[in-house]
């Protein structure tokens, strides 16, 4: 069996405004809005090794939910900080899963557009 050379390199968003989704993630994530290109807006990580993240105007409201999700992590005790700081950055809180499984509890949230995310804190 050959082993995969595949790599996450990026994360693409359809959006209605990118500068605005693109400006919530950098800040959320600690990268740098770092090139923007026709009806395009990038976001770089913050260190080597991350994934870049892509902002791409579509026109048209979306229907329904995003049908993937980024899980963001956070060190065990810090996930209610982050999230208090997601919400004051232009996220909406959803709901808590706590103790539902034993490895992690996490935070469903939505982006300034409506795109759900996870933040997540192993049990230490």
């Known amino acids: 069996m050959t082993s995969s050379r595949l790599t996450v390199e990026s994360v693409n968003f359809d959006c209605a405004d990118p500068e605005r989704l693109a400006a919530f993630w950098a800040a959320a994530t600690g990268g740098s809005v770092t090139g923007r290109y026709e009806n395009y807006v990038f976001v770089s990580p913050p260190s080597r090794g991350g994934v870049t993240l892509y902002f791409q105007r579509v026109p048209g409201?979306?229907?329904?939910?995003?049908?993937?999700?980024?899980?963001?992590?956070?060190?065990?005790?810090?996930?209610?900080?982050?999230?208090?700081?997601?919400?004051?950055?232009?996220?909406?809180?959803?709901?808590?899963?706590?103790?539902?499984?034993?490895?992690?509890?996490?935070?469903?949230?939505?982006?300034p557009e409506g795109n759900l995310f996870c933040v997540g804190a192993s049990h230490s």
Do not use: C, F, Q
């Not at 993937?68 to 999230?83: M, Q």
């Open 61 to 111: 409201e979306r229907s329904g939910r995003n049908s993937i999700h980024l899980d963001l992590a956070t060190p065990p005790g810090g996930r209610e900080a982050e999230v208090r700081r997601l919400v004051e950055l232009g996220a909406t809180k959803k709901w808590d899963v706590v103790g539902e499984v034993p490895w992690v509890d996490w935070t469903t949230m939505a982006d």
